[in-house]
């Protein structure tokens, strides 16, 4: 299991609902490398959870080169557990601003 725990919690929702969270959980992970229609762009989608709320939080890139560049450096660790690949997603999710600082822990199943 992948957590982000965030150094402060952030707010999220509107004037009426809103929820505090203090860290998100890995819910579900997909790449497409093979787009349809022999375009050229790959996707990466990573959806991640508030385990208090159920707040879901979704990030997706999509591009032909940035993304593409990024699965390919993923590929060359050749990871079996999908811990580091995990860790990478969340730090670029968080350079490029879209979640706050915080600690990232992996979890792996013996």
């Not at 022999?38 to 996707?43: A, E, K």
């Not at 390919?72 to 660790?77: D, G, I, R």
Request: net charge negative.
């Amino acid at each position: 299991m992948t957590t982000i725990t965030f150094d402060q919690p952030i707010t999220v929702g509107d004037i009426k609902n809103r929820i505090t969270i203090a860290q998100l959980r890995l819910k579900s992970f997909s790449v497409n490398l093979a787009p349809p229609l022999g375009g050229t762009n790959v996707l990466v989608s990573l959806v991640l959870t508030d385990p208090v709320s159920g707040h879901d939080e979704n990030y997706v890139y999509e591009d032909s080169a940035v993304t593409a560049e990024f699965v390919a450096e993923l590929e060359q660790l050749k990871l079996s557990s999908g811990k580091y690949c995990m860790e990478a997603l969340i730090e670029r999710i968080q350079a490029d601003g879209l979640l706050p600082s915080g600690t990232v822990t992996v979890e792996t199943a013996l």
